[in-house]
C-alpha cells in the first residue's frame, strides 16, 4: 500500500551537510505523506535502530532525538509526496543507514516498531 524510496545519502567530511530525500507512493489514496506519521531512523553497524526524526500529520510539528537537535530539521512536501531530512554540521556519530518510516498512528514516534512501512535504506558516511 505505501513504498518508501530513500536517497541522498553520502560520503561526507566531518562538518558537512546532507539532504535526504524519502519518496512515498502509494496504491491507497487514503494515504498520503500529510496524514501520516513521518520519520527518520537510522542504524549503525552493531547497534539497535533508532529513531532520528518524526513529522506528525495534518501539521507541522516535530520531535528530534536530542542528538541531533539543532543540527536535523525534518521537512515533507506534500505536493510531491516526499520526506526530507537536512542534516547540517554532520559528526562522525552520525555513520550509519538512514531509514525513511511511515505509520498511520504509533503512540511512541520515535520507536521502531511502531512503523509499518519501510524504505531499503541510504548511507550516510561522515569522516573526521
Known amino acids: 500500500q505505501v513504498q518508501l524510496v530513500e536517497s541522498g545519502g553520502d560520503s561526507v567530511q566531518a562538518g558537512g551537510s546532507l539532504r535526504l530525500s524519502c519518496s512515498v507512493t502509494?496504491?491507497?489514496?487514503?494515504?498520503?505523506?500529510?496524514?501520516?506519521?513521518m520519520a527518520w531512523f537510522r542504524q549503525a553497524p552493531g547497534k539497535e535502530r533508532e529513531g532520528v526524526a518524526v513529522i506528525f500529520p495534518y501539521g507541522d510539528n516535530t520531535n528530534y532525538v536530542a542528538s541531533v537537535k539543532g543540527r536535523f530539521t525534518i521537512s515533507r512536501d506534500n505536493a510531491k509526496n516526499t520526506l526530507y531530512l537536512q542534516m547540517n554540521d554532520l559528526k562522525p556519530e552520525d555513520t550509519a543507514m538512514y531509514y525513511c518510516a511511515a505509520a498511520r498512528a504509533v503512540i511512541s514516534a520515535l520507536r521502531p516498531s511502531q512503523y509499518k512501512y519501510w524504505g531499503q535504506g541510504t548511507q550516510v558516511t561522515v569522516s573526521s
Open positions: 502509494v496504491s491507497d489514496s487514503e494515504y498520503s505523506v500529510s496524514n501520516m506519521y
